[in-house]
């Protein structure tokens, strides 16, 4: 599986940025997709999580600001980021865990700052 993560930039506070992560290789039907984060000095965070059923979860930091969203082929993941903060100022990462595996997106970097 080979992930490829795009759209991150430098916003102001209050912005919005929409990331995008292309899939290919082997991807199963039954897999989790996700987004990760990880600022410097801290360790990598889950940040939205999309089930094959279409289940999302988030957590409390983000909820209500950031969606994730899927293709049906599930060919690319997509995290729509409203009413970004300083603090989510990381580079952001998608993850696909299928069959007892993790694979991971080089990453992208989020700047948010005025």
């Known amino acids: 599986v080979q992930l490829q993560a795009s759209g991150g930039g430098l916003v102001q506070p209050g912005g919005s940025l929409r990331l995008s992560c292309a899939a290919s290789g082997s991807i199963f039907s039954l897999n989790r997709m996700a987004w990760y984060r990880q600022a410097p000095g801290k360790q990598r965070e889950l940040v939205a999580v999309?089930?094959?059923?279409?289940?999302?979860n988030y957590p409390d930091s983000v909820k209500g600001r950031f969606t994730i969203s899927r293709e049906g082929d599930k060919s690319a993941v997509y995290l729509q980021m409203n009413n970004l903060k300083p603090e989510d100022m990381a580079v952001y990462y998608c993850?696909?865990?299928?069959?007892?595996?993790?694979?991971w997106g080089r990453g992208t970097l989020v700047t948010v700052s005025s």
């Open positions: 993850n696909v865990f299928q069959r007892g595996l993790d694979f």
């Open positions: 999309i089930t094959s059923y279409g289940t999302t």
